[in-house]
């Protein structure tokens, strides 16, 4: 029951109508009994600040931050985690009485969500990330991450987007930019798509041109949840190459969340059957 005690939690974007996060945190509240709300706020770009200084003067205990804000809330918080700091974007807002810290659990909701269902000990050392927009931004820093990751190659439609996406982030050489040659592919053991292409309702859409680089041995990831299994994983399994869908790190990300406003691991298997729930609606 909300009541005079209840502490919020929010998300901010624009549009928000559409997110997943307050179906998947509101299991996680229900089901440990614990006295909170999650509620999602469409915030235009021109009332960030004054959003910002609402969650301080209300006291609200967190906040999610979505698309178009994820960099420009940066600018109105007292303090950024180094992770969010590296990655350029913020997604989640902590409220420490009154002080305001900005983290990311992007790249932290990847991570766990290709160890856990690959129970992978290390990521192959060639990897192609398709895309270079905000979410390949986390992908990125997370792969840079990893030492074993010898070679990350970034394929995007608008080149420049991507160049500065490796100027910024590439410290040593490790991303390599355009399309790979036959024997470079060879070697490409991880596939990640973090482009829109695929997403509802443009479902017979793929991000990739040629599918005949795909091998069973490869790995391909998939950032879209909407639809489950997209169109570049549907291929992916013809040629007989394990897949992962976007689920997984949606999840994550917001079990991280979740932990760092209230203390309390959620139950992830609560937050996705919720996500799944609101998906078949
Ligand atoms: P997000 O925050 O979800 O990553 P974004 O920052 O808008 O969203 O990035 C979307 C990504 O999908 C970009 O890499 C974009 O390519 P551009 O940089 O060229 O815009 C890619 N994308 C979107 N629609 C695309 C399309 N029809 N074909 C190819 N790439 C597309």
Known sequence: MINGSTKVIGVIGDPVEHTASPTMHNAAIRDLGIDYVYVAFRVRSDELSKAIEGMRALGMVGMNVTVP????????????????????????IVNNNGKLIGHNTDAYGFDKSIDLERRLAKLPSAVVLLGAGGAARSILYALLQRPEVERIHIINRTVKKSEALANEMDKEGRVYLGSLSEGEWDSV?????????????????????????????????????????????????????????????????????????????????????????????
Not at 69 to 86: G, R, T, W
Not at 192 to 220: C, E, H, K, Q, Y
Not at 222 to 251: F, H, R, S
């Open 69 to 92: 804000h994820k960099k420009s809330v940066m600018q109105y918080l007292d303090v950024i985690s180094p992770e969010a700091q590296a990655i350029g974007a913020v997604n989640t």
């Open 189 to 281: 053991e991880l596939l990640i798509n973090s482009t829109s292409v695929g997403l509802f309702p443009d479902m017979a859409s793929s991000p990739l041109r040629d599918d005949s680089i795909i091998r069973p041995d490869m790995l391909v990831v998939d950032i879209i949840y909407k639809p489950l299994k997209t169109q570049l994983m549907m291929k992916a399994e013809e040629y007989g190459a394990t897949t992962i869908n976007g689920l997984g790190m949606l999840v994550w990300q917001g079990a991280r969340a979740f932990e760092l406003w209230t203390g309390i691991q959620p139950s992830v298997e609560i937050m996705t059957s919720a996500i799944l729930r609101n998906l078949e609606q």
